[in-house]
């Protein structure tokens, strides 16, 4: 094992060995060290390359368990986001004796006070809600000594401006202040910057990552007919699919034609409720779904483990979102494929994002069921013989 990890508490690497790991990730070598020594620290790194583990290893490393105040403090953007970072804490904290919560809005806000009541040590939350508890006076700051931005590049933008420079200036001038993202915009990178004292910037470039094992297909149709194809995705066997779209009124109504034909979609966007967020997701991670429609700002930062494929159902505007998109499925080296559904009009749009990312781009058809290309389908048409032979060559 890795001596970064063996010198860590014996908690950490107990855990580390259970998961199995072997060597940390290029973001996890390089931010850990950093943030032991106290650094503020700016990190980039793709989807799926071990960031809340780069930031949280040394947050528990840092706990003292024999102060009974908050030392840590996790922000991210979406309910979702926040309950899967409390699983990796606890996951990660088990016999160590450090207490966590999570708050949310829209939860009940006596069962929110009552987790206040046994003294967490670590507090991850969304923008909103932890500056509210700040502002009754419920949640105290002073001993707070980290501040953790995840996905910091939907959390400083202008409408949360205010609320996250609220809850940085309410802890004391020592604390360390860590951002990190997928991408990062020049904007972001200024606005974190002017928020720390002189931070460390970590940029994983696409070299130092394992090369991911992901297929980039696309189909081109008439807008009217992309539920036609997304109807065949949904039916390819063992199919565990996220879908993007952008518009929560066309979501709705996509799940609803899926259901007509027998086809069950699990639907996450801003307006779900929670408890029927929470069952989407914990059907689709169980594979009662084929597919889970979602807007990018609901599946954001989301870890599904098997997920097989991503698709495109609105395409997606910069190459940045079809990065973020598209992280979600082939993660530690897995195998896994990204669907765009286009119009001959966005096909020239996709074809321009491909080329920016150095991308493999492949077009696509369905016939019979399968995806194909075009040519082997008009083969396939032209000449029964070879059809015939390739059938009893998959039977045999």
Partial sequence: MNELIQNMKPFIYKAWEKEGFKEPTAIQAKAIPSILEGKDVIAESPTGTGKTLAYLLPILEKIDIGLPHVQAVILASSHELVMQILAEIQKWSQGSGIVNASFIGGANLKRQLEKLKKRPHIVVGTPGKIYELIGQKKLKMHSVKTIVLDEGDTLLVPEQQGTIQGIIKSTLKDRQLLMFSATIGKNTMDEAKALMKDPEIIMIQKEELPVPKVEH???????????????????????????FMKDIGEI????????????????????????DREKALKGFRKGEFPLLLSTDV????????????????????????????SGRTGRAGAEGM????????????????????????????????????????MNS???????????RAKRS
């Fill in 252 to 275: 709705s109504v996509t799940a609803a034609k899926l259901a007509y034909k027998n086809l069950q979609a699990a639907v996450l966007h801003s307006e779900t409720k929670k408890a």
């Fill in 381 to 391: 048409k032209k000449n029964p013989t070879l059809k015939n032979n390739r059938n």
């Fill in 338 to 377: 990204v669907l765009s559904i286009v119009t001959p009009q966005e096909e020239r749009d996709l074809k321009k994002i491909a080329n920016k990312l150095n991308l493999t781009l492949e077009k696509k058809v369905f016939y019979k069921g399968q995806i194909t290309d075009e040519k082997e389908r």
């Fill in 217 to 243: 297909f696309y189909f081109v149709t008439e807008g009217r007919e992309k539920i036609k194809i997304l109807e065949s995705i949904a039916r390819l066997p063992n199919m565990k699919g996220l879908v």
């Fill in 298 to 325: 609901a599946a954001r930062g989301l870890d599904i483990k098997g997920l097989t494929h991503v698709i495109h159902f609105d395409i997606p505007r910069t190459t940045e979102q079809y990065t973020h998109r």
